[in-house]
Protein backbone atom coordinates (compact mmCIF):
# COMPACT_ATOMS: atom_id res chain seq x y z
CA UNK A 1 0.00 0.00 0.00
CA UNK A 2 1.10 3.28 -1.04
CA UNK A 3 1.40 6.28 1.91
CA UNK A 4 -2.02 7.59 3.05
CA UNK A 5 -0.61 11.11 3.62
CA UNK A 6 -0.94 11.97 0.15
CA UNK A 7 -3.05 12.45 -2.89
CA UNK A 8 -1.91 10.29 -6.65
CA UNK A 9 -2.44 11.79 -10.14
CA UNK A 10 -3.51 9.28 -12.86
CA UNK A 11 -0.10 9.70 -14.13
CA UNK A 12 1.55 8.22 -11.50
CA UNK A 13 3.20 11.89 -9.68
CA UNK A 14 1.90 12.08 -6.16
CA UNK A 15 1.53 15.14 -3.87
CA UNK A 16 2.10 15.56 0.26
CA UNK A 17 0.94 19.08 1.37
CA UNK A 18 2.22 20.45 4.43
CA UNK A 19 0.81 24.31 4.68
CA UNK A 20 1.30 26.18 1.83
CA UNK A 21 3.78 23.68 0.49
CA UNK A 22 3.24 20.68 -1.26
CA UNK A 23 5.88 17.94 -1.66
CA UNK A 24 5.94 16.44 -4.99
CA UNK A 25 7.42 13.03 -6.16
CA UNK A 26 6.52 10.19 -8.49
CA UNK A 27 5.08 6.62 -7.54
CA UNK A 28 6.55 3.20 -6.99
CA UNK A 29 4.60 2.34 -9.75
CA UNK A 30 5.79 4.90 -11.98
CA UNK A 31 9.42 3.85 -11.30
CA UNK A 32 8.64 0.08 -11.87
CA UNK A 33 7.08 0.90 -15.63
CA UNK A 34 10.21 2.93 -16.16
CA UNK A 35 12.84 0.49 -14.95
CA UNK A 36 16.23 1.52 -14.52
CA UNK A 37 16.31 5.47 -14.23
CA UNK A 38 19.63 6.87 -16.20
CA UNK A 39 18.88 10.49 -16.30
CA UNK A 40 16.41 13.60 -14.58
CA UNK A 41 15.73 16.70 -15.96
CA UNK A 42 14.07 19.17 -13.01
CA UNK A 43 13.33 22.68 -13.55
CA UNK A 44 14.78 25.27 -11.10
CA UNK A 45 13.33 27.16 -8.32
CA UNK A 46 10.83 30.06 -8.95
CA UNK A 47 9.38 27.95 -12.15
CA UNK A 48 5.21 27.72 -12.04
CA UNK A 49 4.31 24.54 -12.53
CA UNK A 50 -0.25 23.85 -13.85
CA UNK A 51 -1.42 20.51 -13.15
CA UNK A 52 -1.34 17.88 -15.67
CA UNK A 53 1.50 19.82 -17.71
CA UNK A 54 5.16 18.53 -17.95
CA UNK A 55 7.50 20.16 -15.53
CA UNK A 56 11.07 17.72 -16.27
CA UNK A 57 11.41 14.42 -17.88
CA UNK A 58 13.12 10.51 -16.75
CA UNK A 59 14.54 8.75 -18.39
CA UNK A 60 15.29 5.27 -18.07
CA UNK A 61 16.82 2.68 -20.05
CA UNK A 62 13.15 1.78 -21.95
CA UNK A 63 12.52 5.46 -22.27
CA UNK A 64 11.86 8.96 -21.89
CA UNK A 65 8.78 10.19 -19.89
CA UNK A 66 7.45 13.39 -18.75
CA UNK A 67 7.26 14.62 -15.13
CA UNK A 68 3.64 15.80 -15.06
CA UNK A 69 2.34 18.07 -11.98
CA UNK A 70 -0.65 17.09 -10.18
CA UNK A 71 -0.69 20.74 -9.02
CA UNK A 72 -0.56 24.47 -9.83
CA UNK A 73 2.00 26.40 -8.06
CA UNK A 74 5.27 28.05 -7.73
CA UNK A 75 8.61 25.83 -7.42
CA UNK A 76 10.02 26.85 -4.03
CA UNK A 77 12.86 24.19 -3.62
CA UNK A 78 13.90 21.11 -6.02
CA UNK A 79 15.63 18.12 -4.71
CA UNK A 80 19.13 18.52 -7.23
CA UNK A 81 20.90 15.50 -5.48
CA UNK A 82 18.84 13.51 -7.30
CA UNK A 83 20.38 13.76 -10.67
CA UNK A 84 23.70 12.46 -9.35
CA UNK A 85 22.13 10.18 -7.35
CA UNK A 86 19.10 8.31 -9.13
CA UNK A 87 19.34 5.43 -7.14
CA UNK A 88 17.06 7.82 -4.33
CA UNK A 89 14.42 8.05 -6.76
CA UNK A 90 15.22 4.81 -8.08
CA UNK A 91 14.71 3.05 -4.22
CA UNK A 92 13.01 5.50 -2.20
CA UNK A 93 10.21 7.55 -4.45
CA UNK A 94 8.35 7.96 -1.61
CA UNK A 95 11.15 10.06 0.98
CA UNK A 96 14.47 10.40 -0.07
CA UNK A 97 13.30 10.39 -3.77
CA UNK A 98 10.65 13.93 -3.72
CA UNK A 99 11.90 15.76 -6.77
CA UNK A 100 9.81 19.49 -5.70
CA UNK A 101 8.65 21.72 -3.33
CA UNK A 102 5.91 23.69 -4.20
CA UNK A 103 3.95 26.94 -2.94
CA UNK A 104 0.36 25.83 -4.08
CA UNK A 105 -1.73 28.38 -5.43
CA UNK A 106 -4.52 27.59 -3.08
CA UNK A 107 -6.43 25.82 -0.52
CA UNK A 108 -7.68 23.36 -3.45
CA UNK A 109 -4.38 22.35 -4.59
CA UNK A 110 -5.28 18.53 -3.97
CA UNK A 111 -8.84 18.52 -5.43
CA UNK A 112 -8.82 16.22 -8.01
CA UNK A 113 -6.34 13.75 -7.14
CA UNK A 114 -6.73 10.28 -5.67
CA UNK A 115 -6.87 8.90 -2.18
CA UNK A 116 -3.97 6.24 -1.42
CA UNK A 117 -6.90 3.24 -1.67
CA UNK A 118 -8.64 4.61 -5.15
CA UNK A 119 -4.83 4.94 -6.75
CA UNK A 120 -4.23 1.44 -5.57
CA UNK A 121 -7.42 0.36 -7.59
CA UNK A 122 -6.24 2.69 -10.72
CA UNK A 123 -2.53 0.83 -10.83
CA UNK A 124 -4.45 -2.60 -10.42
CA UNK A 125 -6.58 -1.40 -13.59
CA UNK A 126 -3.13 -0.91 -15.13
CA UNK A 127 -1.39 -4.05 -14.47
Known amino acids: MRPEDRSYSESHEWAQLDGG ?14 GELVYLDLPAPGASVSRGQAFGEVESVKAVSDLNSPIDGEIVEVNTAL ?42 AEH
Open 21 to 34: IATVGITDFAIEQL
Open 83 to 124: ADELSVLQEDPFAGGWLLKVKVAGPEALDGLHAAAAYEKLVE
